[in-house]
């Protein structure tokens, strides 16, 4: 399975972005992908995540962000609204659990075996 993120960039505080990553490698259905992120000096951590039952979303995110997939473009997207200084961080996709077909997804960084190369998001104050 391949990954590729895109969409990070430098914004204000309670501007909004949409993060990208194309799936390839597996039929796209079947793929739980997830969004994390890593800010300097801290430990990857999970942000939101999308299977076939749904979509699951850090605490500190929820009701700013959004995860979608669109099928026909095998690509998930994270949708980042009013965002904060504390989102700046590199947003890594991921993918796994290919064993469950795409049934449901975790919160765990350790529960991915696939990752994307990253993309920079950086909210000024």
């Known amino acids: 399975v391949q990954l590729q993120a895109s969409g990070g960039g430098l914004v204000q505080a309670g501007d909004s972005l949409r993060l990208a990553c194309v799936v390839s490698?597996?039929?796209?259905?079947?793929?739980?992908v997830g969004w994390l992120r890593q800010a300097p000096g801290k430990e990857r951590e999970f942000v939101s995540c999308?299977?076939?039952?749904?979509?699951k979303y850090e605490d500190s995110v929820k009701g700013r962000f959004t995860i979608s997939r669109d099928n026909a473009k095998n690509t998930v997207y994270l949708q980042m609204n009013s965002l904060k200084p504390e989102d700046t961080a590199v947003y890594y996709c991921a993918a796994g659990g290919l064993v469950y077909e795409g049934l449901w997804c975790s919160e765990a960084p350790d529960w991915y075996s696939f990752w994307g190369q990253g993309t920079l998001v950086t909210v000024s104050s």
């Open positions: 490698g597996r039929t796209f259905s079947s793929v739980s």
């Open positions: 999308i299977s076939r039952s749904g979509g």
